[in-house]
Nanobody, 124 residues
Framework: QVQLVESGEGLVQAGGSLRLSCAVS????????MGWFRQAPGKEREFVAG????????AYTPYVKGRFTISRDNAKNTVYLQMNNLKPEDTAVYYC?????????????????WGQGTQVTISS
């Protein structure tokens, strides 16, 4: 069974930065495409960023492109989400996601495993 454990939650002011981490165990990490999704109160879970197995391909929602960067360290079985220039509308629970397929997971239906979620709150 694959386990995903997120860390890095926090409360920051608008314009600040946070880095989320997701440690993966239970399956060879380089056999997983990884992604980050988020869910704000009263809204559906939405795609934020994704990265391919080897890390050579990434994808972002237009709402975060240029501000967020996804990366992975296959030696540490960890995927990261560096978030800069944060805005109040980025406030949400952020979920790490793993996909057994080769493509970057951009929709919830393609996700095979989820983390427990970590809260990110941006104050104005």
């Amino acid at each position: 069974q694959v386990q995903l454990v997120e860390s890095g939650e926090g409360l920051v002011q608008a314009g600040g930065s946070l880095r989320l981490s997701c440690a993966v165990s239970g399956r060879p990490f380089n056999n997983l495409a990884m992604g980050w999704f988020r869910q704000a109160p009263g809204k559906e879970r939405e795609f934020v960023a994704g990265i391919s197995r080897g890390g050579t391909s990434t994808a972002y929602t237009p709402y975060v492109k240029g501000r967020f960067t996804i990366s992975r360290d296959n030696a540490k079985n960890t995927v990261y989400l560096q978030m800069n220039n944060l805005k109040p509308e980025d406030t949400a629970v952020y979920y790490c996601a793993a996909d057994l397929g080769y493509l970057v997971p951009t929709v919830t239906s393609n996700v095979d495993y989820w983390g427990q979620g970590t809260q990110v709150t941006i104050s104005s």
